[in-house]
């Protein structure tokens, strides 16, 4: 069975550092064609894409949000880490991670996706 | 950058048919997946690579992908697919169509 976890502080103050941590099982992300991606929504607003981690090492990032976007894994612990530089309140959103499969840059979808942590930026 | 645009909304009376559209530059060169997301849950697939349904989704989601709109059908909906549907596509990076919230009344 799939699981993903995410987990992370609840509030951040503006100009702070997010960092949050998927926790998975039931899959390696070691195996061709795996990968893990990070999805945020604003309360109320719709899905976004914020990076996504390969088995291989590769990554993408949203393009808009490059500068401030770092995904790393640590395969021997099933985890997979995003750090948001620089949090402004408009970064208050859902945080989610999902296994993404694919195995192609023009395949990758969401087969399974965590329950989400709300992460509220406020001073 | 490139983008998915769905209805805000659609409604639907039970047992009929509830059609959700996506559309996009080009958007049959591309696979499009659909998601359903409903209040306080995390997204759940429901279609993937245009038409095909994970084993767990009912036989009444499908799935058509055609020039530059791609639609998601439900046949005889029913009162538990009142959600949010999002559209996805992968091209380098991933998008999200905007989401249509259907209504079922």
């Known amino acids: 069975q799939v699981t993903l976890r995410e987990s992370g502080p609840a509030l951040v103050r503006p100009t702070e550092t997010l960092t949050l941590t998927c926790s998975f099982s039931g899959f390696s992300l070691t195996a061709a064609g795996m990968s893990v991606s990070w999805i945020r929504q604003p309360p109320g607003k719709a899905l976004g894409w914020l990076a996504l981690?390969?088995?291989?090492?590769?990554?993408e990032y949203r393009t808009s949000l490059k500068t401030r976007l770092t995904i790393s894994t640590d395969t021997s612990a099933n985890q997979v880490v995003l750090t948001m530089t620089n949090m402004d309140p408009l970064d208050t959103a859902t945080y989610y991670c999902a296994r993404t499969v694919g195995a192609t840059r023009s395949n990758n979808y969401f087969d399974t996706w965590g329950q989400g942590t709300l992460v509220t930026v406020s001073s | 950058s490139y983008e998915l645009t769905q209805p805000p909304s659609v409604s639907v009376s039970p047992g009929q048919t509830a059609t959700i559209t996506c559309s996009g530059d080009?958007?049959?060169?591309?696979?499009i997946y659909w998601y359903q997301q409903k209040p306080g849950q995390s997204p759940l697939l429901i279609i993937y690579?245009?038409?095909k349904r994970p084993s767990e989704i009912p036989e009444r989601f499908s799935g058509s992908n055609s020039g530059s709109t791609a639609t998601l059908t439900i046949s005889g909906t029913q009162t538990l697919d009142e959600a949010d549907y999002y559209c996805?596509?992968?091209?380098?990076?991933?998008?999200f169509g905007g989401g249509t919230r259907l209504t079922v009344l």
């Open positions: 981690i390969d088995w291989d090492g590769d990554k």
């Open positions: 080009k958007l049959d060169e591309k696979y």
């Open positions: 996805q596509a992968s091209l380098g990076g991933v998008v």
């Open positions: 690579q245009d038409n």
